[in-house]
């Protein structure tokens, strides 16, 4: 991402580059997004779907009409070590064979993924819910969270915090494992598709300290342009901590060193935390769209 391509004007309101539509996990449209961005003084955003970027062009086209700089964006998700990571393609080319190509093989592994969590679920004791699940997703990509949609929306559970507590979460019934691809190649996509790669959301893996260290040396030694600094609910004593890592994975020799983004992972109204826009970077660091790749 070159920052001559942003318009100055772009970079003089707020800038949030992760949120999500109805194209996967979010509930408004992109138009919709888009213009609730807009309402909110967003100039700067990039459209970050899970694992797709059908969205992207409606975006745009909201974006051109209201005066917000929209960049096509992806949250791809990756593996690393026997862990699943969220890394965000910022302003790469939608139609870039590299991008289509990862796009369609995550297609395929979330519907083997769901099939498979229908299938536990339905050993549970609650049949249809692949069915369910589809209806909720529409044409978007279907993730968990249309799982726990449909668990809370046939009465199963009172809302999709304990649908995932008790049935999708981490160790739970549906909690089936995806072999996604590594964040090497994840990151190779991103850049063949002319995009920035950025890690997303650093604290919420549920890391120790010493963990997301070695997460973010290998995210940087990956090729990795930048990490989320901020990402919705963060206390500011978390960001600290978050930049004094970042500092410090970053005065080792070795790669370029890793930018800051920022995006409220925006996916429905009503989250006063995560409001579109609700973030800002501190002034001194660099942020990603300064990033310049040979
Ligand atoms: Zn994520
Ligand atoms: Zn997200």
């Not at 993730?143 to 049935?167: C, I, M, N």
């Not at 990151?187 to 549920?206: D, E, N, Q």
């Amino acid at each position: 991402m070159l920052k001559a391509q942003i318009p100055s004007i772009a970079l003089e309101g707020r800038v949030d580059l992760h949120c999500h539509s109805t194209a996967s996990d979010g509930i408004l449209s992109p138009a919709a997004l888009v213009s609730r961005a807009k309402s909110q003084g967003v100039t700067l955003m990039a459209l970050t779907d899970h694992d797709t970027v059908a969205g992207v062009a409606e975006a745009r086209d909201t974006g051109a009409r209201l005066g917000v700089a929209v960049l096509a964006g992806v949250e791809f998700s990756a593996r690393w070590g026997r862990r699943t990571v969220h890394i965000l393609g910022i302003d790469v080319d939608p139609a870039s064979a590299a991008l289509q190509e990862a796009v369609a093989l995550r297609d395929r592994l979330r519907e083997d993924r769901s099939v498979r969590i229908a299938r536990c679920l339905e050993k549970r004791g609650f049949p249809g819910s692949l069915a369910g699940a589809r209806a909720l997703a529409g044409d978007g990509v279907l993730g968990r969270p249309h799982f726990a949609r449909w668990l809370v929306e046939s009465g199963y559970v009172e809302d999709t915090a304990r649908a995932f507590k008790r049935y999708l979460g981490a160790g739970k019934v549906g909690d089936v494992k995806v072999e996604w691809p590594q964040v090497e190649e994840t990151v190779g996509t991103i850049h063949a598709a002319g995009g920035s790669a950025v890690l997303a959301h650093p604290l919420k893996y549920g890391l120790t300290r010493t963990r997301l260290r070695l997460l973010l040396e290998a995210f940087r030694g990956a090729g990795g342009d930048a990490a989320e600094l901020l990402c919705g609910r963060q206390n500011p004593v978390q960001t600290r901590e978050l930049r004094q890592l970042l500092d410090a994975v970053n005065a080792e020799s070795g790669a370029a060193p890793l930018r800051c983004s920022l995006g409220s992972d925006f996916h429905q109204p009503g989250q006063p935390w995560r409001e579109l826009g609700c973030v800002h970077l501190p002034a001194d660091v660099e942020p990603v769209w300064a990033a310049r790749r040979p």
